[in-house]
């Protein structure tokens, strides 16, 4: 079982940043790609941004030139650096990861979530 723990959240002002961090643990052998999605209540999750094992990038059109995402691959953690933040960046920031792990004698793919942090953002 990989488990995936973020931190960093809080309440910020506009203009403001955070950074948020989602670290994996587990019988993890590898990392594929992993990212961020957030969700306002009564909306359907939204992709932030996503990065790739070799380190490409993808960021919604919303965010782009404002948050930044990072990994640190020896750490198997996920970075989220958010800038110039603004009340409708505010949401529940969920991180996810796609990889193999390893359970048993045998390697198997998993997809895996954090639980969440809440972003506030006060205009």
């Known amino acids: 079982q990989v488990q995936l723990v973020e931190s960093g959240g809080g309440l910020v002002q506009a203009g403001g940043s955070l950074r948020l961090s989602c670290a994996a643990s587990?019988?993890?052998?590898?990392?594929?790609?992993a990212g961020w999605y957030r969700q306002v209540t009564g909306k359907q999750r939204e992709l932030v941004a996503s990065?790739?094992?070799?380190?490409?990038?993808n960021y919604a059109d919303s965010v782009k030139g404002r948050f930044t995402i990072s990994r640190d691959n020896a750490k198997n953690t996920v970075y989220l650096e958010m800038n110039s933040l603004k009340p409708e960046d505010t949401a529940v920031y969920y991180c996810?990861?796609?990889?193999?792990?390893?359970?048993?004698?045998?390697?198997?793919?998993?997809?895996?979530w954090g639980q969440g942090t809440q972003v506030t953002v006060s205009s």
């Open positions: 990065i790739t094992s070799g380190g490409s990038t």
């Open positions: 996810y990861a796609d990889g193999t792990q390893l359970k048993g004698s045998g390697y198997f793919p998993f997809r895996s």
């Open positions: 587990g019988s993890i052998v590898s990392i594929n790609a």
